[in-house]
């Protein structure tokens, strides 16, 4: 049965954007750009974006709620590591939830009672496809903001090896970007869908297997605790202020990645609310 709660892109003014909070915000963020490239000015447009942001949040429909699993992994789990394999295993269960739910659509309906259902399971297919695409992309970005530029302080390789993760690392984002955006739009009845749908994930879930087999051994066994809560604490700063909705074009090294998020952020909030976009929790995908 179906929940009678649609959780839709809407637009709800986040934590992060209270009064006492967005200069706090913008001092991490350009302190965290001076420590990656000491050369380049922090990004001065950070606290406009923020503002124009919380503007849009508050005119466009200020009392909206919709699912965030990226937010609500990252305020469950006491380590970043954790937190990254928090969200590789919901993407997992929502991945396998679709694939669960899908043969039941493809099943020629015979009566109106049939017909229901099936339509039912398709508008809940769509929603688990675009909680999945909304997930990736927030949990890339954030990556490419706290995660991977530590992999240069990696203790455990050597400087070759730090230097192939950590381009390794930020191409493979790039490449899964570019497969989201095709089908970031797409309708699963769509006839060119499940093909692009399938490889896409399948794709996905191997770079998480790589980052929970590899890379994050390497930084577990490197850095000691105190190192550890602080890219905690960055990723819970600034996983809300992620893009929705994948942006290969878009710069992925901070510091530039930052303001380009920060923007990304802002225009995929309103195109998702215009394209009516809905998403669904973990709890309501696996309720069959």
């Known amino acids: 049965m179906m929940s009678?709660?649609?959780y839709r892109s809407g637009f709800?003014?986040?934590?992060?954007?209270?009064?006492?909070?967005?200069?706090?915000?913008?001092?991490r963020q350009s302190q965290l750009q001076q420590q990656l490239n000491p050369s380049v000015a922090p990004v001065s447009v950070i606290p406009s974006l923020l503002s124009l942001h919380s503007a849009v949040y508050s005119f466009t429909s200020p009392h909206r709620l919709y699912s965030n699993m990226s937010i609500e992994t990252a305020n469950k789990f006491s380590t970043i590591f954790e937190i990254i394999r928090g969200d590789h295993n919901t993407l997992r269960s929502l991945y396998r939830c679709y694939n669960d739910l899908l043969p039941a659509t493809v099943t020629e309906a015979k009566t109106t009672a049939a017909v229901e259902v099936v339509?039912?399971?398709?508008?809940?297919?769509?929603?688990?496809?675009?909680t999945l695409i909304k997930l990736v992309s927030q949990h890339c970005s954030t990556e490419q903001e706290v995660l991977y530029p530590r992999i240069l302080s990696i203790t455990t390789l050597s400087e070759v090896e730090k230097q192939q993760y950590y381009e390794e690392?930020?191409?493979?984002?790039?490449?899964?970007?570019?497969?989201?955006?095709?089908?970031v739009d797409k309708k699963v009845t769509d006839s060119d869908f499940e093909e692009k749908f399938q490889s896409t994930f399948s794709s996905v879930l191997k770079h998480a297997d790589w980052e929970e087999s590899t890379l994050l051994p390497q930084?577990?066994?490197?850095?000691?605790?105190?190192?550890?809560?602080?890219?905690?604490?960055?990723?819970?700063?600034?996983?809300?202020?992620?893009?929705?909705?994948?942006?290969?074009?878009?710069p992925v090294k901070p510091p530039l990645?930052?303001?380009?998020?920060?923007?990304?952020?802002?225009?995929?909030?309103?195109?998702?609310?215009?394209?009516?976009?809905?998403?669904?929790?973990?709890?309501?995908a696996q309720t069959k």
């Open 257 to 284: 990645s930052v303001a380009a998020h920060r923007a990304s952020k802002l225009l995929d909030d309103a195109m998702d609310a215009a394209k009516g976009k809905e998403f669904i929790t973990l709890e309501e």
């Open 169 to 183: 690392a930020y191409k493979e984002d790039v490449e899964l970007q570019q497969m989201l955006e095709p089908i």
């Open 12 to 27: 709800v003014v986040p934590r992060y954007l209270n009064s006492n909070s967005s200069c706090s915000i913008s001092l």
């Open 119 to 130: 339509t039912a399971d398709i508008e809940k297919l769509q929603r688990i496809v675009n």
């Open 219 to 250: 930084m577990e066994k490197s850095f000691d605790s105190e190192f550890i809560q602080q890219m905690t604490k960055e990723w819970r700063d600034v996983v809300e202020m992620q893009p929705t909705r994948p942006h290969p074009m878009s």
């Open 4 to 6: 009678r709660f649609v």
